[in-house]
């Protein structure tokens, strides 16, 4: 019995029709276009004396602050104008903005060095003392046409074992840009995250020592 020529002549398409799916497929990856090219920045920093007070005898957890879905991310925030939310092309944060800030207020009372037990919330440690927090503002807006970082922090000192809120205060830093480039305004968020982390220490400090702390 002689085989049909049907799947003769569908044994020689096969190689013809991979050839077409693979030129096809090719074409489309050349039309598609390119990923955007993005300078990832570190939020800089400067190192600061530790303070000669002596230190305190308790142990400090710095959670990460809570905040919106259009600061979550790594893109740079900025406020052209009035309300619209808008990000700079071509640049992103080295990670998202809350763990940025949480990251450098650990850094901060480590420079301070008067809390030497310091965690994270990354780890289930015994804590006596946690700073929670919202970010409220992570971004750069103008004001007379010229750029600034906003940074402004909600934060709560509670006592981990009770929940209990133990002081609460909103801090605000404002910090102008020496011009519109990308680098000039990360250099602007530095000097602002330093300055509300310096505040933020000393707020904390000086609860953590008062008698409702302990």
């Not at 569908?10 to 300078?39: F, G, M, N, Q, Y």
């Not at 900025?78 to 650990?106: C, F, I, M, Q, T």
């Not at 310096?198 to 008698?211: D, I, R, S």
Request: proline letters at 8%.
């Amino acid at each position: 019995m002689t085989a049909s020529p049907a799947p003769r002549r569908l044994h020689r398409l096969r190689p013809l029709a991979t050839a077409l799916l693979v030129a096809a497929l090719a074409s489309a990856c050349s039309i598609l276009p390119k990923p955007e090219p993005v300078d990832v920045y570190l939020l800089p920093a400067t190192r600061t004396p530790p303070a000669a007070s002596p230190a305190l005898a308790l142990a400090l957890r710095v959670a990460k602050p809570e905040t919106s879905l259009h600061l979550a991310g790594q893109r740079i925030v900025v406020l052209p104008e009035g309300d619209r939310v808008s990000v700079y092309k071509g640049a992103s944060w080295s990670d998202p903005a809350p763990l940025l800030v949480r990251n450098r207020l650990l850094d901060a009372f480590h420079g301070d060095g008067r809390i030497a037990a310091l965690s994270s919330d990354d780890r289930s440690l015994h804590a006596d003392l946690e700073l929670d927090s919202d970010l409220r503002a992570f971004h750069s807006e103008y004001r007379d046409g010229r750029p600034e970082a906003v940074v402004r922090l909600d934060a709560r000192l509670v006592a981990p074992a009770s929940l209990r809120i133990l002081a609460s205060r909103r801090f605000e830093v404002r910090h102008p840009a020496a011009s519109a480039d990308v680098k000039d305004v990360v250099r602007a968020f530095g000097a602002a995250a330093d300055a509300l982390s310096a505040e933020v220490v000393a707020w904390t400090l000086e609860n953590a020592a008062a008698p409702a702390a302990r």
